[in-house]
């Protein structure tokens, strides 16, 4: 799929090593080099060109469950879907991995640009089928917009700031659009801040399990405990799950974060067994995000086992919400898992 040189602006002989060798889209050099062409020739001040980056949401989830091929199968897919709702005369490509980019000349107004970006969170919001398989895969878009030339006219950082507006428009929730806005970029470098943060401070152990005694009202004994967790950071002292769960699943921590939390509370558990404690299960919370792994329940036997942990010994809570939104998948992977 190819769109006419004529939309590149530019000359009828391109390398072939400027086009994605998957999606054959316009790379990030020829559409940095088409774009500054579109800008030296725009001398109207009122014809505004428009970036769109095109960020398709959890998409490394597709490549861990389903594989590679079926991964590139949906870049493909996407490509050819942004390509059916763009003018021949807008210029898509592919910037990286999961992320797309589509210029458009000739727009006059933010009612225009608005419905661009609705028009293409729609379309990839359409189910994708996976050959082989008996679901279809469900996937939104995040889209950033950066407008020339309000935000500038040097076309490599109107690029860089669309895709600091994609991560913004990730944070706002998935399946949204956002414009970059002169404050877009600090607001970009302090989430990366915090998720560099929140990295190092799971690579250095500081995330700490606090336990919830859970007593039986017939004897009452404390028969079980909930584990809590903390992060206790130096700089800012406790902080508690609802500040940094969403941000670890949202930088994609969360599958690190999750196992830690899971082997510290079966090693305690071990631990209180082998002092003759009578606590017999411990609870942990586990993310949506992590049920949803394909590896999940083997990671999880492999802590059982390494614990010395009975299965019946662990409880697994997770948000009737959570659960709802995919209830049939749920069930699906838990009566795979069964003993």
């Known amino acids: 799929m190819l769109r006419p040189l004529e939309a590149l602006g530019g000359d009828s002989v391109i390398p072939a090593d400027s086009f994605d060798p998957l999606t054959y889209l316009p790379g990030r050099r020829l559409i940095t080099s088409r774009l500054e062409r579109l800008l030296d020739a725009s001398d109207d001040e009122q014809e505004q060109i428009t970036i769109l980056c095109v960020d398709l949401d959890g998409f490394g989830r ?9 991964g590139d199968n949906i870049l493909l897919e996407t490509s050819r879907r942004l390509d059916r709702s763009m003018r021949a005369s807008n210029i898509i490509g592919r910037l990286q991995e999961d992320m797309f980019v589509v210029v458009v000349p000739d727009m006059r107004s933010h009612e225009q640009i608005n419905a661009v970006a609705s028009r293409l969170i729609s379309n990839i919001a359409v189910p994708f089928t996976i050959k082989g398989a008996r679901d279809s895969v469900l996937l939104t878009t995040s889209v950033g917009i950066v407008i020339a030339p309000e935000n500038g006219k040097d076309a490599e950082a109107l690029i860089n700031f669309a895709q ?15 414009f970059y806005t002169n ?3 600090g607001e970009v470098r302090q989430r990366r801040s915090q998720v560099n943060r929140l990295r190092r401070a799971i690579d250095d152990d500081q995330m700490r399990l606090l336990y919830q005694p859970k007593v039986s009202l017939a004897s009452g004994e404390i028969v079980a405990a909930e584990a809590l967790v903390r992060w206790q950071d130096p700089e800012s002292g406790m902080i508690l799950p609802a500040e940094f769960i969403p941000l670890a699943e949202d930088a994609g921590l969360i599958d690190p974060l999750g196992h ?3 082997s510290q509370a079966c090693e305690t558990l071990r631990s209180w067994q082998d002092a ?3 606590i017999l299960r411990i609870a942990v919370n586990v993310s949506a995000r992590e049920i949803a792994r394909a590896s999940f329940f083997d990671d999880l036997t492999h802590i059982l086992n390494e614990t010395g942990i009975e299965p019946d010994s662990l409880e697994l809570e997770i948000t009737e919400s959570a659960v709802m939104e995919s209830a049939e998948e749920f069930f699906n992977r838990f009566e795979k898992s069964d003993g």
């Open 183 to 185: 404050n877009t970029g």
């Open 276 to 278: 003759d404690m009578p």
């Open 260 to 262: 830690k939390i899971l």
């Open 62 to 70: 597709i490549n861990k469950e389903f594989g590679r091929a079926v």
């Open 164 to 178: 600091s507006a994609v991560e913004l428009a990730k944070k706002s929730g998935t399946g949204t659009y956002q």
